[in-house]
């Protein structure tokens, strides 16, 4: 899957699932989940253990069905290892330059996260034509967001930390092009108490409140 395929399929859905989980079993468990609940995308991230094997059995049991990603992505090494899993993009907490140099190598989407004005030009500068936002509800949330649309009106930016079910509209007013979104989403007691329907619950919930928010006449 091309960069612009997988970009396309962000934009669709407007939502990248943040999956950290505590082994194995429950990362695969909550890809099963969030796919269920009608969202095809997730962005494994590195703290899962044997997080590669997870990327692997999520494209072995989707196929094209679900497109999977890395997150938590901090070195060359790791991109690598995510790539030879399969991993159709790779997502930084912040600017990894080796990171966005090999993904461009391969021709795979790199979100390289950035907080600053400073770090957004210089991972711009990289080339990156996505970025993260990150720790987003720390700084002020949508607020942050929409202060950032003003000098970068052309960036895609995710949002990710803090986003959840009763914010995500204003962070799609604020501008994002899509929003990042973990333990709210993604629950780890869900997942120990063998209950990952709450997460389908919750992902259906999530994209239907993304729909109405990119309905809203302010976002039109």
Do not use: W
Request: proline letters at 7%; charged letters at 15%; aromatic letters at 4%.
């Amino acid at each position: 899957m091309t960069a612009e395929n997988v970009l396309e399929k962000i934009a669709g859905i407007g939502i990248v699932p943040v999956v950290r989980a505590e082994s194995y079993e429950h990362g695969c468990h909550a890809v099963e989940a969030l796919y269920a609940g009608g969202i095809p995308i997730v962005e494994i991230t590195m703290t899962v253990p044997d997080a590669p094997s997870v990327i692997e059995s999520a494209i072995r049991k989707f196929g094209d069905r679900v497109v999977v990603g890395a997150g938590t992505v901090l070195s060359a090494d790791h991109a690598q290892r995510c790539l030879d899993a399969g991993a159709s993009f790779l997502v930084s907490p912040g600017l990894s330059v080796p990171v966005l140099h090999l993904a461009k190598r391969h021709k795979v989407l790199a979100i390289p996260g950035a907080l600053t004005p400073s770090e957004i030009i210089s991972a711009l500068a990289e080339g990156a034509s996505v970025i993260k936002i990150f720790p987003c509800g720390n700084v002020g949330g949508p607020a942050y967001l929409k202060s950032l649309m003003g000098p970068f009106p052309q960036v895609s930016f995710i949002p990710t930390g803090g986003v959840n079910a009763s914010n995500a509209i204003q962070y799609f007013a604020a501008g994002a092009f899509a929003v990042g979104v973990g333990s709210d989403l993604v629950s780890s007691k869900a997942l120990q108490a063998g209950t990952p329907e709450q997460i389908t619950r919750a992902a259906q919930e999530l994209v239907e409140i993304v729909r109405q928010a990119r309905l809203a006449p302010e976002l039109r």
